[in-house]
């Protein structure tokens, strides 16, 4: 955790006392003190939840399983969402008491509850900022555990009910999405596509609110992170694992390269991005070994990792008051 924009670091896994290999940070955008952690698939739980800004850690009710993603209501502090690698129950699982337990909502038709059907992987979860009863969640099926499908579901009743909107052919999954701040029709779901040859990372954007999707970008490897400006919202970076960042001023239709690789600049880059709520045009971006931010959208950027530098950040995220930083890697 840095509470100076990255210069300085300390320790934030109080509590956290087994193997944990964190995916996803989720702040409470009300509540800067609390925050989550999904890590994956460890001995037990794979989530983790905190109360005082990072201090101290407990394991939430209703975690049995790897958790891949989690996402808070931006009106409501007690709704939170989990994703789930799950083969016998619910993929997605629904908070009501702002985390201390969950319940499933969300259970694909794959899967059984003696575990033979498959599985599937929740990956990214999104909230709507503009109409938040609406949540959508990413990642993969994988029918009699063969190869896998990306999907994207949909929920426009607080996940009381769910629906299909969006898939690929098998070797494909999605890892990020992002919805538009002001208009809630308007949905990027990012991933990797390998089903046709050699695999490619890929965003599809929806404008009709999920109902259907147009390929947008295609990148060299799997798109890791999606960002929008909440004051521009036709401003949107894509970080992917080549470690190119890719930024569009218009929504989505032409990009440009905001960051090319270590290849190509000879400097880092990384594949995770996080933009301050406060001042969209300063966004971070972590790598193997380096985080660093830029002030102009891009246009600059410096490393801000000299302060006990995280070896290999999996999840990097900024709180939406006083711009703390997170960021998290094997521990």
Known sequence: KSTNGGVDWTGADDGIETLVIPVDIAVDPQNVDKL?????????????????????WTEPGGMEACMGAFAVSPQDSNTVYAGAYACSRGAVRRSE????????VYTATLIHPDCIGGDESIN?????????????????????????????????????SWTEVF????RSRVEALAINPADDDVVYAGGEDCHAGPCEGVVYRSTDGGDSWSLT??????????????????????????????????????????RPPYHVHHEPSGNLLAIDPNVPSHVYLGGFGYIAETPDGGQSWSGIDQGAPPRDPNALAVDHGTCLLYTSDAA
């Open 97 to 104: 008491d702002g985390g201390l337990s969950f319940d499933p």
């Open 167 to 170: 898939t690929l052919p098998a």
């Open 36 to 56: 989550f952690v999904a890590a994956g698939c460890q001995p037990r739980n794979g989530g983790w939840m905190s109360a005082d800004g990072g201090d101290i």
């Open 217 to 258: 970008l295609v990148t060299t490897k799997t798109v890791r992170s999606i960002v929008i400006d909440l004051w521009s919202p036709d401003v949107v970076y894509v970080a992917d694992d080549g470690y190119w960042v890719l930024k569009s001023t218009d929504g989505g239709d032409s990009w440009i390269v905001a």
């Open 124 to 160: 990214a979860l999104a909230i709507a900022p503009s109409a938040p009863r609406t949540v959508y969640a990413g990642g993969n099926d994988r029918p009699g555990f063969q190869d896998r499908n990306a999907v994207v579901v949909r929920s426009l009743d607080d996940g009381t």
